[in-house]
């Protein structure tokens, strides 16, 4: 798809490669270097399980009606499309491209703290510190962009610091994989299909292990609106 929409002819899987290997040469039109394929390796690895998140808890909810593997993930991947969950290292790219310059940076990220606007690729409901996947996604980066342009590692790198200075927030998985996607030569808007890819490995096993318990996930609710009022009743005629 993405070499059709481009205008370029597909390119056929190559059976002596790998996963990895095989994906960026089918998107890039050219067999990736060692060193590439291992760090997409590494990325979808990374992105492969994370315990209850919001698309897995969904595929979870969606098992545990006794639904199929095809509509549990179906629906995971549904969730997986918000900015806030698997689209969210898109985001994070187009807010650094936004920044422009790392001149800019100090200024935006206030901008968007002011404005109480997302700060994309940053802080995490599971981590009180920074994710441990991100340091891992940044040396990666690193290795890529010293080949050439460095101007998103350098965005990121300020944008970690300042969004830290003014505000002691941490960077998730999602800032530094989408720097590196983009290092390896795939299009921002299909970064939550990477995600869909990487993710799907772990949905599928606790889609299983759902199905293997037989209950449906049923969370009560607190009433949170208007406290208790009285009505008048009408006298029965």
Not at 27 to 51: K, S
Request: with cysteine; glycine share 8%; net charge negative.
């Amino acid at each position: 798809y993405e070499r059709r929409r481009r205008g370029e002819p597909p390119v056929d899987p190559d059976p002596s490669l790998g996963y990895a290997e095989n994906f960026l040469a089918m998107v890039r039109g050219e067999a990736p270097t060692t060193e590439e394929a291992r760090a997409f390796e590494i990325a979808m690895i990374l992105h492969a399980e994370h315990e209850m998140n919001a698309s897995t808890f969904t595929a979870r909810v969606v098992a545990g009606t006794n639904a199929d593997m095809h509509s549990a993930i179906v629906a995971a991947i549904c969730a997986l499309k918000g900015p806030l969950h698997g689209g969210a290292n898109q985001a994070a790219m187009r807010m650094l491209e936004e920044f422009g310059s790392t001149d800019r940076v100090a200024e935006g990220v206030r901008q968007r703290l002011e404005r109480k606007l997302p700060l994309y690729g940053f802080g995490h409901p599971l981590y009180r510190a920074r994710d441990p996947r991100a340091p891992i996604l940044r040396r990666l980066a690193e290795k890529f962009a010293d080949d050439g342009e460095r101007n998103f590692l350098e965005l990121a790198t300020a944008a970690e610091r300042e969004a830290h200075a003014q505000k002691g927030l941490w960077t998730n998985v999602d800032l530094y994989s989408g720097v590196l996607y983009h290092y390896l030569g795939i299009p921002t808007d299909v970064f939550i299909t990477l995600f869909a890819m990487s993710r799907v490995a772990g949905q599928a096993a606790h889609v299983l292990e759902q199905h293997a318990g037989g209950k449906i996930i049923r969370p009560s609710a607190e009433y949170v609106g208007e406290p208790r009022r009285e009505y008048p009743v009408r006298e029965p005629h």
